[in-house]
């Protein structure tokens, strides 16, 4: 089954202490990007993936990192997890940039 | 900068009415508009598209329209159904220069078909 997989679903973890966000596909799509989701400000692009070491900054990238070492995985990082990192994260994938997002099924992060 | 309004942001129909969500974006550039679905406690997902060279494209019960000089796009749902009820993202894509796609998204309607 055609997919893309995130881990974990849920995180609470607390202010400073380094976490990171799986994200994995099966469709061999080039473009990979990480989007995080907060009420009433619809999904902001945090990171995206051309293709495999190729990464640029989305539109929120402060205080996140990524890498793009296998065309199927495109971990998010974050260094030092502060409150307001606290959102629902996607991990989406495409066969070329933009068109036709696949997403994961989310990871809920809380920063406390 | 570019971004996208999406209106309303919450929406109430009985069931069997027509749907109608409005975007508008700011890029001229913008080449692709597609919807997403996302339902409660899921991700996500793509419900139909449209390019900057098609006016008008239907599959089902949902379809979309694009008028590239105003720059506005419409989702339109018709005998909604229940399982209609979610949150609908539109989204505008722009070919960058530097090859890179951007995707830049509405804030999102909340969408309700009561029975």
């Avoid at chain 1, 973890?13 to 799509?29: D, W």
């Avoid at chain 1, 929120?60 to 495109?74: I, L, Q």
């Avoid at chain 1, 502060?82 to 994260?89: A, G, H, K």
Wanted: net charge positive; with cysteine; proline share 5%.
């Amino acid at each position: 089954e055609a997919q893309v997989t995130q881990n974990p679903r849920y995180l609470i973890t607390v202010t400073g202490k380094k976490l990171t966000v799986t994200c994995s596909q099966n469709m061999n799509h080039e473009y990979m990007s990480w989007y995080r989701q907060d009420p009433g400000l619809g999904l902001r692009q945090i990171y995206y993936s051309m293709n495999v070491e190729v990464t640029d900054k989305g539109d929120v990238p402060e205080g996140y990192k990524v890498s793009r070492k296998e065309k199927r995985n495109f971990p998010l990082i974050l260094e030092s997890p502060s409150p307001n990192q606290t959102s629902l994260y996607f991990c989406a994938s495409s066969a070329s940039g933009g068109f036709g997002y696949t997403f994961g099924s989310g990871t809920r992060l809380t920063v406390v | 900068g570019e971004n996208v309004e999406q209106h309303p942001s919450t929406l109430s129909v009985q069931e069997g009415d027509s749907a109608v969500i409005k975007c508008t974006y700011s890029d001229s550039a913008s080449n692709y508009f597609p919807w997403y679905k996302q339902e409660l406690g899921k991700r996500p997902q793509l419900i139909i598209d449209i390019r900057s060279n098609v006016g008008e494209k239907k599959d089902q019960r949902i379809a979309v329209t694009l008028n590239k000089t105003a720059k506005h796009f419409s989702l339109h749902i018709t005998e909604t159904q229940p399982e209609d009820s979610a949150v609908y993202f539109c989204a505008a894509r722009r070919a960058m220069k530097t090859s890179y796609d951007k995707v830049i998204f509405g804030p999102g309607t909340s969408l309700s078909v009561i029975p």
